[in-house]
C-alpha cells in the first residue's frame, strides 16, 4: 500500500499566533492523519520560539504512528533544533543549512519568589531539551550539557550535524544556495537563507511555498513580489505592534510603581495619625503597618476604635495651629500630597471645613 504524504512548510518563528502556531499545526495534521496521510515532510527555515509550543509537537509526533521526515532548507536553531532530535525521525539537510544550539531563555515580572520560580521552570524545560538530544546523539545528559547549554549559542555545519549524529543526510542538489559564513544572530541567518530560499524561482518547492503563502493572504493570483511585499508589511505592523506593546508595558510598570507608593504613603500617614494622636505607641508601628499593608479598611476601623488622648488647646476660641505651609491648603492640596487622610484624622474640623467647600455638603451628612 503506497503511503499517503504530507508536506508543511515551517518556516519562521515558533509560537502561539506566530509563523508556526502548533496549536493550529497539530490539529491539522492529526486531520489529515485521520483521512489517512501515514507520512509528513516538514521543510524548515526557523530561528526557533516558544519551548512550550516545540515541545507539544515533539510529544505529539512522538506518539503518532507518523512517519516523519525533516528537511532543513535554511536554519534550524533553537527550539527548531531540538524538534529535530527525536530519534524516529529522518533528519536532512541542505549543504550549506545551519544548525543552533542554545539555553533556554525568557522573562519575567513579578516579586522575588515569583521570580525565582519561573527560572525554576526554565531549568525544566532546558531538562528536557538535554533529555530529547542525549538520546538522539546518543550522549550522556552532563555531555549535552557542557556542549550545547554553556550559556553561548553553538552554530553547526550540516556536515557537522551529521557528524554528531544530528543529521542523518546531507542534500547537495540545490546549487543556488550560497553558505552563510559569518552568523551574529539567528534572526539574520534565518532572514538570509530565507530570502535566498525565496528567490529561487526554478525551484519548483519554494514555488509551492510561494502559492500556499500567497493562499494564506488570499493572494492567489498575485505576483511573487506582490506576496512578498505583503509579507513585508505584515513583518512591519507586528514590529510596530510589538513596539506600541512594549510602551504600554513600561507604562503600566510606572502606573503600578506610582499606585505602590500611593498605597504605602497612605499607610504610613494612617499610622503617623494613629501614634499622633496617642491610639497607639511608636513601637506599634511596625505591627500596624503590616495589618495595614493587607488590610487598610479594618485596620483603620481598629485604630478609630481605639481610645485617643485629647489634644490641649490654648483656649476654646483658639484653633489648632496647622504646619507651617498648610495654611492655605485647599483640599485638593492635601489630596495630592497624600496627606487628606492625616488631616482626617488629627484636625476632623479643618477637614470637614474643606471637604463642604470643595464638594458642598458636611462629610457627616
Not at 516558544?50 to 509526533?61: I, P
Not at 519575567?108 to 538520546?135: H, K, P, Q, V, W
Not at 551574529?184 to 500556499?212: C, F, G, H, P, W
Amino acid at each position: 500500500m503506497a503511503k499517503e504524504k504530507c508536506e508543511y512548510y515551517l518556516y519562521g518563528i515558533i509560537g502561539r499566533y506566530m509563523d508556526i502556531d502548533t496549536n493550529v499545526l497539530i490539529a491539522d495534521i492529526e486531520g489529515k492523519r485521520k483521512e489517512g496521510a501515514t507520512a509528513i515532510t516538514f521543510y524548515v527555515n526557523s530561528d526557533g520560539g516558544e519551548v512550550s509550543q516545540g515541545n507539544a509537537l515533539y510529544n505529539y509526533l512522538d506518539r503518532t504512528d507518523i512517519e516523519v521526515e525533516w528537511i532543513v532548507d535554511g536554519i534550524a536553531a533553537s527550539m527548531m533544533a531540538v524538534l529535530l532530535s527525536n530519534p524516529k525521525h529522518k533528519v536532512k539537510a541542505a549543504k550549506h543549512a545551519k544548525f543552533m544550539y542554545h539555553r533556554v531563555s525568557g522573562y519575567t515580572y513579578g516579586n522575588s519568589d515569583e521570580t525565582r520560580a519561573a527560572a525554576e521552570m526554565m531549568d525544566g524545560f532546558e531538562g528536557t531539551l538535554i533529555e530529547m538530544l542525549s538520546e538522539r546523539m546518543g550522549k550522556s545528559e552532563e555531555e549535552v550539557r557542557k556542549e550545547f547549554f554553556d550559556g553561548l549559542d553553538h552554530w553547526l555545519s550540516a556536515k557537522e550535524a551529521k557528524a554528531m549524529g544530528l543529521c542523518d543526510e546531507i542534500i547537495e542538489r540545490n546549487k543556488s544556495i550560497k553558505e552563510l559564513k559569518n552568523i551574529t544572530d539567528s534572526r539574520s541567518a534565518y532572514n538570509y537563507y530565507n530570502n535566498q530560499i525565496i528567490n529561487l524561482n526554478n525551484n519548483k518547492q519554494m514555488d509551492e511555498v510561494l502559492k500556499k503563502v500567497a493562499g494564506i493572504l488570499n493572494m492567489a493570483n498575485s505576483s511573487e513580489q506582490e506576496v512578498l511585499s505583503r509579507v513585508k508589511a505584515l513583518s512591519e505592523k507586528e514590529q510596530t505592534l510589538q513596539n506600541s506593546l512594549q510602551a504600554e508595558q513600561k507604562k503600566n510598570e510606572e502606573l503600578s510603581a506610582k499606585i505602590e507608593a500611593m498605597e504605602k504613603s497612605k499607610v504610613k500617614n494612617l499610622i503617623d495619625a494613629a501614634i499622633a494622636d496617642k491610639r497607639i505607641g511608636e513601637d506599634d508601628r511596625a505591627t500596624y503597618t503590616k495589618l495595614a499593608e493587607q488590610d487598610y479598611e479594618n485596620t483603620e476601623k481598629v485604630l478609630n476604635k481605639l481610645a485617643a488622648v485629647p489634644r490641649v488647646k490654648a483656649g476654646l476660641a483658639q484653633e489648632e495651629k496647622l504646619p507651617k505651609g498648610e495654611e492655605n491648603w485647599g483640599f485638593d492640596e492635601y489630596h495630592r500630597s497624600g496627606r487628606l487622610e492625616n488631616l482626617k484624622n488629627s484636625n476632623p474640623e479643618r477637614y470637614a471645613e474643606l471637604f463642604k467647600a470643595k464638594f458642598g455638603f458636611d462629610p457627616k451628612n
